[in-house]
């Protein structure tokens, strides 16, 4: 009986840490809420293509403004109207898909005036999307993951001090994830002092609209050489390639899936912190079906 008793030890072992190393597995990131066409939260997870969801966007606070979301087609949040989205939120948990919150975007009103005004944005999200406890919370009572710094106006100031902030939030109980949206010249011109604070979680960094660093018919070059540099500059857990999930969803940058999958992804997936490629956006994925595509292979 003692070669069955060795075996079976050996088997959990495998099992247990095929358990412990499957959560931090390769995914998929897309981006919601900006288009009312794009199905509903709910619906989007459950298409089981998505590891993280961004709730695009948060495109309207500090320097003392009243935080506003903008989920375009899909809730009037000055009605109250988003609430409803708690069940979608919950529902996305419980598959396992992580819920964030995606603040700034690339039209909106924002910018941190002080080390103060950032505690103040942290201390709303907290209450408002977060852990703690607000009588007005735009989503409803459901804890969201975290907070995804899409930042492409504004200054650069004071981004760190806000990562700082929330990251201490992780103290009193749940995790609050912190993403980032860089574009990929390095450094981004607005968060790159945040990142290098340590405190990213994940950064999907924008592999598009930026010619000098993305791919281009056949070329993996300038895409190639501007990976290795995040990867080795950034102190973040993962990296993931942001790309347009449709030739209409950004100025340049598409990445056919035929590319993708033979030159691109085998390129970069041995890097130590490849965590996977985020998706602008759900509504564009819907169109060319980018993510069924290409999830076998990320």
Same mark, same amino acid.
């Given at each position: 009986m003692a070669p069955k008793l060795a075996i079976s030890v050996a088997f959990l072992i495998s099992v247990s840490l095929a358990v412990q190393f499957g959560a931090d597995a390769a995914g998929i990131a897309i981006y919601w809420g900006q288009n009312g066409n794009e199905g509903t939260l709910e619906e989007t997870c459950a298409t089981g293509n998505y590891e993280f969801v961004n709730l695009a966007f948060l495109p309207t606070f500090g320097n003392g403004q009243t935080p506003m979301i903008n989920l375009a087609g899909h809730c009037d949040p000055y009605t109250n109207g988003c609430? $409803?989205?708690s069940s979608d939120i919950k529902s996305c948990q419980a598959k396992g898909v992580k819920v964030i919150l995606s603040i700034g975007g690339g039209a909106g009103s924002y910018y941190l005036t002080s080390k103060e005004d950032a505690r103040q944005v942290a201390t709303y999200l907290w209450n408002n999307f977060l852990g703690g406890s607000s009588s007005s919370r735009p989503l409803g009572d459901a804890v969201l993951d975290g907070i995804d710094f899409d930042i492409e106006g504004g200054t650069n100031l004071h981004w760190d001090d806000l990562a700082r902030y929330l990251s201490a939030y992780s103290k009193q109980g749940k995790k609050v994830y912190l993403t980032a949206a860089p574009q990929c010249p390095f450094p981004d011109a607005w968060v790159g002092g945040a990142l290098k604070t $340590?405190?990213?979680?994940? @950064? +999907?960094v924008q592999f598009y609209n930026n010619p000098p660093c993305q791919y281009s018919s056949g070329d993996l070059s300038?895409?190639?050489?501007? +990976?290795?540099?995040? /990867?080795?500059? /950034?102190?973040a857990t993962k990296i993931f390639l942001g790309l347009p999930a449709a030739p209409a969803a950004a100025g340049s940058g598409f990445i056919p899936v035929a590319d993708l999958t033979s030159k691109v992804l085998p390129a970069i997936k041995g890097s130590p912190k490849? $965590? $996977? @490629?985020?998706? +602008?956006s759900k509504y564009y994925d819907d169109q060319t079906k980018y993510s069924s595509s290409i999830k076998s292979s990320v």
């Amino acid at each position: 009986m003692a070669p069955k008793l060795a075996i079976s030890v050996a088997f959990l072992i495998s099992v247990s840490l095929a358990v412990q190393f499957g959560a931090d597995a390769a995914g998929i990131a897309i981006y919601w809420g900006q288009n009312g066409n794009e199905g509903t939260l709910e619906e989007t997870c459950a298409t089981g293509n998505y590891e993280f969801v961004n709730l695009a966007f948060l495109p309207t606070f500090g320097n003392g403004q009243t935080p506003m979301i903008n989920l375009a087609g899909h809730c009037d949040p000055y009605t109250n109207g988003c609430t $409803g989205l708690s069940s979608d939120i919950k529902s996305c948990q419980a598959k396992g898909v992580k819920v964030i919150l995606s603040i700034g975007g690339g039209a909106g009103s924002y910018y941190l005036t002080s080390k103060e005004d950032a505690r103040q944005v942290a201390t709303y999200l907290w209450n408002n999307f977060l852990g703690g406890s607000s009588s007005s919370r735009p989503l409803g009572d459901a804890v969201l993951d975290g907070i995804d710094f899409d930042i492409e106006g504004g200054t650069n100031l004071h981004w760190d001090d806000l990562a700082r902030y929330l990251s201490a939030y992780s103290k009193q109980g749940k995790k609050v994830y912190l993403t980032a949206a860089p574009q990929c010249p390095f450094p981004d011109a607005w968060v790159g002092g945040a990142l290098k604070t $340590g405190l990213f979680d994940n @950064v +999907w960094v924008q592999f598009y609209n930026n010619p000098p660093c993305q791919y281009s018919s056949g070329d993996l070059s300038n895409l190639e050489n501007a +990976w290795k540099q995040w /990867i080795s500059d /950034i102190p973040a857990t993962k990296i993931f390639l942001g790309l347009p999930a449709a030739p209409a969803a950004a100025g340049s940058g598409f990445i056919p899936v035929a590319d993708l999958t033979s030159k691109v992804l085998p390129a970069i997936k041995g890097s130590p912190k490849y $965590g $996977g @490629v985020m998706l +602008w956006s759900k509504y564009y994925d819907d169109q060319t079906k980018y993510s069924s595509s290409i999830k076998s292979s990320v």
